[in-house]
């Protein structure tokens, strides 16, 4: 089994910032990449922000600028650093990892569905 832990989540004023942290755990043979995704009252789950092992990034149109994601391969853990926050980034925020898995010795599987319990960000305007 893998668990996904996410944390920093809060309440912010606009202008203002907030870290989120993700801690993979378990049975994991190797990271391929993780990400961050939200989803706020009403509305479908969104991407944020995905990083791959190499350090490849990408991120959604309304948080570039504002919002930077790192990782720490040796610890299996991924940051979310936001900065600049808006009221429309009010949601619920996730951590996805695209990994494979160790099953048994000698035998893995390549996984695309961990996620994290989520972490609530509230924005006041």
């Known amino acids: 089994q893998v668990q996904l832990v996410e944390s920093g989540g809060g309440l912010v004023q606009a202008g203002g910032s907030l870290r989120l942290s993700c801690a993979a755990s378990g049975n994991i043979f190797k990271i391929n990449a993780m990400g961050w995704y939200r989803q706020a009252p009403g509305k479908q789950r969104e991407l944020v922000a995905t990083i791959r092992s190499g350090g490849n990034t990408n991120y959604a149109d309304s948080v570039k600028g504002r919002f930077t994601i790192s990782r720490d391969n040796a610890k299996n853990m991924v940051y979310l650093q936001m900065n600049s926050l808006k009221p429309e980034d009010t949601a619920v925020y996730y951590c996805?990892?695209?990994?494979?898995?160790?099953?048994?010795?000698?035998?893995?599987?390549?996984?695309?569905?961990?996620w994290g319990q989520g972490t609530q960000v509230t924005v006041s305007s």
């Open positions: 996805n990892a695209d990994l494979i898995r160790t099953v048994a010795a000698g035998v893995f599987v390549h996984e695309t569905d961990n």
